[in-house]
């Protein structure tokens, strides 16, 4: 059995090899394997150029890939791309397209010559820390890896119309979050047109805010023309105490919008309205509820754009957060490559609002917070406060130095004393890393392992066009079929048709009437369903609006065949604009007094066929809520599994806890013995004992259930041997038993490892069971139904000139 793939199934990521804390002693070469959900407490790394910060950060993101954790990256500098770049077969033609020439020139090779140089380079170093061709392969098959370029079509494109939709009701009921979320929003839409000012005293900021919560409170939406509009002519005749007049004048009200909306009409912000709403759900899981890796680069931005981008990102997670269930599990990964300008100590950017919020609430949902610096000074003390890891690399200066000891001294009672820190951080080498966490009590330096992305550096947009030309994300909407293609008539009248004045007449028409639209005729019906269930908690009313085509074939309506309408009827008015044409009604239409037959007929129909259908998961006695799609219910049953694996295997690795501390005993008296009869013995044999197999006992149960000193002191004893002669019959003896120790601790390994395996697949989503059940109305639960004659207007392209 592999014991260095058990790991991978447990929540464990693979970051590296520890490393010797004291100056002088033997280093326990055990592979440091950190708690995926130490990192629902948040972690910050910290290093200068050079330490090893972004191979550090790439590896966390692999590993969560490893672990089934979707993870939202926001890349300032380019450099998180490289997680695109992974070469199962590492063969020199893999990488011969990111080789610098520049870089080879100076080698004094060809560019052929340094790609199969740096193949060799990335195998050599990958087997040398126990990785190979499978776990890359394994890596790519686990994720989708999508790089969105905000204002650029190069990467997939977003649109950031979302970002203004208003928050769901458990937001709108916080005040404090409505109130961060209201701030960040209108800070961050001004900074793109160059205003800043407090939201206390800005005349701007209030009034932009004070139009937000108006519209948000009601449940409605807005989209930046909208705002715009608002702005001019804003749905309240006060401002506080004063009159709008008063405190904001038109004309300057109008200056206002008119900066907004120069910068909407410019050609490059086009770009920003179409692709990918930030729906952080679909962005973080796929249709099918497979985690994403979703990479945001943001280096082609202005620092302004930056701001705002990030700003309305970091939002959308807080509402997305919002709604998941609490886990004391790592359900999500937010990354940030590089916090400079957006998290600071003293100034107040709009970013630094929703980042704090994230800090302080995010642990209770599960989503973990990871941001990465070159500086300490960058980062506000508040938000450091809700920081349970931090990963110091080297620093730049002995000032960085000094700003960090007192956050890792007093991180967690970490067991850190100031000088220890001091001479570890002066002494610092490239990729080693101090780690101070809440989760441990004793200190720990480590080594980040070889990453499997090929770290080119910073990846710019030309580069992000070839690598998302073949993925598979759709940055665009789906275009809409056009109403009315191949109606049964093209004669067009003056006036409708002639009905009973009982029949109701309403018209959709679309945002832009064009010059004399055409409408046709349609059926259209509507009904409210409740489904009640007492048990289950479920009390759902559904709205089923719905239309048919009514050609002159029209006799009955075949409500199989009725499509959904996505207004009420309600909100479609009476009357047609001026200069209207409309198609001709069937036959069968023109000579009813009224609708009701097929009113009734729908309310049976519904009262038959409609169904609330749901899943469940019986084994987990797991069930899906109204509205929630299977994928979004899967994602929730390996939330579930995850978390409950977690706990069930640190009630296994306690059963062999103790097997383990005996062994463990017995093996440092062998090893003394050995060692005072000074026999040969080669330390290779202890690699059973520091191994994957105790690196996993002492992430669940803390480095203490490891014995770790007692670790060390073996392994340094049987390292002192050798230097006597192997004739000594009492030195065969205690070898022997010192072998028969080691091959117990092996068998305990391989059992350990057996539980854990099963423990793993019987936990295993894909093995989880879902079935398909469905609620129906009672006969009274299907009421408010109606019917009416809706005239739709034929889009221009179907009127055929």
Known sequence: MDASRVYEKLGLFYLGREKAVEVGAAS?????????????????????????????????????????????????????????????????????????????????????????????????????????PERIAALRQKTEITIYTPGSSSGAPVSILAGFAAPDEPLLRDQDGLQALVGSTATSLLSLVRI?????????????????????????????????????????????????????PQAERMELAMKINNVMASPSFASWLHGQPLDIQRILYDQTGRPRTAIFSISHLSEAERMFFVTLLLNAVIAWMRRQQGTSS????????????????????????????????????????VLATQNPVDLDYKGLANIGSWFIGRLQTSQDQNRVLDGIVGAGGSGFSREQVRRLLADMKGRHFILASAHRDEPLLFETRWVMSYLKGPIGLPEIATL????????????????????????????????????????????????????????????????????RGIDEVRRCVRHLSLDEAFTQPEWRHAESL????????????????????????????????FARDYGDHLYQHERLELLRAPDLKLESRPGESEADFRVRIADCLRETKEGAAEKILKSFQGKRERLEKQLEAAALKVDKE?????????????????????????????????????????????????????????????????????????????????????????????????LKPRRADVFDVKACLLWEMVPPPALGG
């Not at 009357?575 to 239409?589: D, I, T, V």
Request: negative net charge.
């Open 28 to 132: 326990p070469d055990r592979p440091f394997l950190l708690k995926s959900k130490d990192l629902t407490t948040h972690g910050v790394i910290i290093g200068m150029t050079g330490s090893g910060k972004t191979g550090l950060g790439v590896g966390l993101i692999e590993e969560a890939i490893m672990d089934d954790i979707p993870s939202i990256i926001v890349d300032p500098k380019g450099d998180m791309a490289n997680l695109l770049l992974t070469f199962p077969q590492l063969r020199g033609d893999d990488f011969l397209p990111w080789i610098d020439p520049a870089e080879a020139s100076r080698k004094n090779l060809s560019i052929d010559q340094l790609a199969e140089q740096t193949a060799t380079t990335w195998r050599e170093g990958l087997a040398g820390w126990g990785q190979g």
């Open 196 to 248: 800043e000012g407090d939201p206390l005293t800005s005349r701007e900021h209030i009034l932009v805010s004070s139009i937000l919560l108006h519209y948000w409170r009601g449940g409605e939406d807005l989209n930046l023309e909208s705002l715009i509009g608002a702005i001019v002519n804003p749905p309240f005749d006060k401002v506080g105490v004063f009159g709008l007049a008063r405190f904001f």
């Open 330 to 369: 790592l359900k999500a990964l937010l990354y940030m490559d590089e916090i400079f300008g957006y998290f600071p100590p003293t100034a107040n950017p709009p970013s630094k609002r929703p980042m704090l919020l994230l800090l302080k609430q995010a642990r209770a949902y599960g989503l973990g917070v």
């Open 468 to 535: 998302m030309q073949d993925s598979s994300v759709n940055p665009t909407a789906e275009p809409v079929p056009a109403k009315g293609a191949g109606s049964w008539s093209d004669q067009l009248a003056e006036h409708p048709g002639m009905l009973s004045s009982a029949i109701e007449q309403r018209y959709m028409l679309p945002p832009l009437l064009v010059e004399r639209p055409v409408f046709e005729p349609w059926l259209a019906v509507s009904a409210a369903v409740r489904f009640y269930h007492a048990a």
């Open 566 to 597: 996505p207004v009420e009827l309600e909100a479609c008015p009476t009357a047609p604009p001026e200069g209207s044409r409309y198609r001709p009604l069937p036959s069968s239409l023109s000579a009813r007094k009224d609708l009701q037959i």
């Open 678 to 774: 000074r026999g040969d013995v080669s330390a290779r044999k202890t690699d059973t004992l520091i191994s994957f197999g105790s690196a996993i006992l002492g992430a669940f149960l803390g480095r203490k259930a490891l014995s770790s000193t007692t670790v060390t002191r073996a392994a340094g004893g049987l390292r002192s041997v050798g230097r006597v002669t192997k004739e000594q019959e009492d030195v065969r003896r205690a070898e022997e038993a010192l072998a028969v120790i080691e091959e117990e601790i092996g068998r305990l390994d391989t059992e350990q490892e057996a539980a854990l395996l099963a423990l793993a697949e019987e936990h295993d989503p894909e093995r989880a069971k879902v079935e398909s059940f469905s």
